[in-house]
């Protein structure tokens, strides 16, 4: 790190962090093309930040761990399918903690808005909200998982340094797929009722 010019390391970064924020400009699509269910049920919007960052929070510790593995000799481009079943069954079970803790904050919320000041937070389809950021955490925390385990495995092949682009092309990669898994169980579990 200290041996290189500062200008080789901007021109090793700069690349990446290019192409990383060109890959964020279709989180703002993504979003476009949701607006009529944002509009609908603004309720939705709460929850983006607390869901992307699960799944952006899961792809980069896996990401991390992979690499990290991959430095030190544990795992080989041949190992990734069953890394590929690790991160699965990870993904799943820390979806599933992470969805049940969202469930049961949006129910809280909700019980104890209604029981002191005569109101829910979320609206009387609470327990929808609920089980809609209960499936996103799922779904999203397994896909971040899934995607971050496997990035590195993606780029050593193509000849690209694992450690420098992983997490942050994850991050990227989770923001605009989160979006989209988000919406789309929000739209069946909440069509004909918020949305």
Known sequence: YMRISIWKM??????????????????????ANF???????????????????SGGNSGSQASTLIVRA???????????????SREIRAGLSLGAILGAIGILR????????EKYFHRSLYGPHWPLVAITVGLALVGVVLW??????????VLRRVGADPATSSAPFVATLVDVTGL??????????????ML
């Open 10 to 31: 901007i021109r090793k970064r700069a690349g990446w962090l290019v192409v990383l924020f060109l890959g964020e400009m279709l989180t703002a699509t993504a979003m």
């Open 35 to 53: 607006q009529d269910e944002i509009a609908k049920a603004v309720v939705l919007a709460l929850f983006l930040p607390l869901i992307i960052s």
């Open 70 to 84: 991959m430095a030190l000799g544990e795992v080989t481009l041949r190992d990734w399918w069953r890394v590929a």
């Open 106 to 113: 949006v129910a809280l919320w909700s019980i104890i808005g």
């Open 144 to 153: 971040g998982s899934l995607s971050g385990s496997m990035l590195p495995f």
């Open 180 to 193: 989209i898994i988000y919406f789309s169980i929000a739209l069946v579990i909440m069509r004909g009722t």
